[in-house]
């Protein structure tokens, strides 16, 4: 006679937590804190300012409704083109830092004795204060007795020629090249440097091996092998320092130069802060932002159509 075995109905019974789906909550549960500070504090912010681009505002008396009055009179501005040139003309430093940039690196990618120190004195702009560097760079500047014009004024004593440094700061001529020079000077060996250097050190060694074998000169080596190599490197320098120069220029403007002389130095960051903490006009400096965020969305996009497809992927 056969002993029928029985099994108890909790032996088949699924677990109510299975090890994937533990494994999904233990994941938005480290994603939860930088999710909640982003939904509180950059999507809140960011749709409050779309929604005040539509209303006039001087946080004093109630927002009032305006529709697209903010958009349309920015178009007609004269003042806000005029500082979109100022902005564009400010972000000619970034080819040169850029190439600054790539040359440092080329440099400090060589195995000398004490490079690590070289590495970190060309780092050293990067991580100091930018107040402290732009009221130094603003006594550079002086044209009564900063060093610069001291030095130009040396030059021609030695040459026997009237040499007279220029009004850098309070000249409308030479304020916006100033400020490029002092841009270059604080950001050519930063974090750009820093990403063409691990660029570099990133290049097959092969490559470099079998381009000797063919006889190629320094010159060939850098543009047939280093170039293409390190162009993934270069597009992505080149995007993120357009879309951070569309947003820069406030800082050293504010210090060294008031956005003057004449307006030459102000930018569109500058004059959104005009708007919003010294003018008080909430809704306009709101629909300069929005307007900003269009323009920098539009050219990324195009620089992405344009010259994406020529980055070389390997």
């Known amino acids: 006679m056969q002993m029928m075995q029985t099994q108890s109905p909790t032996q088949h019974k699924k677990p109510f937590i299975t090890s994937a789906m533990a494994e999904t909550l233990a994941a938005y549960g480290f994603l939860a804190p930088n999710l909640i500070g982003f939904l509180v504090f950059t999507s809140l912010p960011v749709f409050a300012s779309f929604v005040l681009s539509f209303v006039s505002w001087d946080l004093l008396s109630p927002p009032q409704l305006v529709g697209f009055t903010n958009f349309i009179k920015l178009f007609k501005d004269p003042l806000f083109w ?37 590495r970190t004195v060309y ?18 500047y002086n044209a009564d007795f900063g060093l ?28 916006k090249p100033a400020l490029i020079i002092m841009s270059v000077w604080q950001t050519v060996g930063g974090y750009n440097m820093i990403l063409y250097l691990a660029a570099l050190q990133g290049v097959p060694r092969d490559l470099y091996e079998a381009a ?33 120069g569309f947003q820069a220029g406030f800082d050293p403007a504010f210090i060294m130069t008031g956005g003057g002389p004449n307006g030459s130095t102000t930018t569109i960051i500058y004059y959104l802060f005009n708007h919003a903490f010294q003018w008080h006009q909430m809704g306009y400096a709101a629909a300069i932002a929005w307007l900003l965020f269009l323009i920098i969305f539009l050219f990324t996009v195009f620089k992405w159509k344009i010259f994406g497809k020529a980055v070389y992927y390997y």
Not at 126 to 139: D, H, N
């Open 82 to 118: 005029k500082f979109c040139w100022n902005t564009i003309y400010l972000m000619g430093s970034i080819p040169l830092s850029m190439a600054g940039s790539l040359l440092l690196a080329l440099a400090l990618n060589q195995k000398l004795k004490g490079i690590v120190f070289f």
């Open 212 to 244: 000797e074998i063919d006889g190629a000169s320094a010159w060939h080596k850098f543009w047939h092998v280093t170039w293409p190599q390190i162009s993934p490197t270069t597009f992505f320098i080149a995007t993120m320092s357009i879309i951070g």
């Open 148 to 175: 610069f014009n001291l030095t130009i004024a040396k030059i021609g004593e030695i040459f026997h020629i009237p040499l007279k440094g220029p009004n850098w700061l309070t000249d409308e001529t030479w304020a």
């Open 123 to 140: 780092f050293l702009p990067t991580i100091c204060s930018g107040v402290a560097i732009y009221m130094l760079w603003r006594l550079l």
